[in-house]
């Protein structure tokens, strides 16, 4: 099933500043094949389903390399199934 999710990654008790672990998790999203865009609160990434979970896995077992013990993670996921939807094709409907 294709998607597009909203992922929000935040390494917990490394400091008030959590760029270098964010810059981590980029460099994992920006290695898979997937399209994803960064915003001011996360990552919109869109594909099938499995693919993001597996993604979504790689980041946390990424941080658990570099020593991060504690993550939370939201998610959120649209689709549709009457025709293919891609981010770009959204954000013109409403723009």
Same mark, same amino acid.
């Given at each position: 099933? &294709? %998607?597009v999710a909203d992922l929000c +990654? %935040? *390494?917990m008790g490394v400091g008030p500043s959590v760029s270098p672990y %964010? &810059?981590?998790i980029k460099a994992v999203i920006d290695a898979? *094949?997937?399209n994803a865009e960064m915003h001011a609160n996360g990552t919109n990434i869109e594909g099938e389903l499995s693919d +993001?979970?597996?993604? +979504?896995e790689a980041c946390e077992a990424r941080l658990s390399e570099i020593g991060v013990q504690r993550v939370f993670i939201t998610m959120a996921f649209s689709s549709r199934r009457d025709k293919d939807q891609s981010m770009a094709d959204k954000l013109k409907a409403v723009l």
């Open positions: 099933m &294709k %998607v +990654i %935040v *390494p %964010v &810059k981590e898979s *094949p997937l +993001i979970c597996a993604l +979504i």
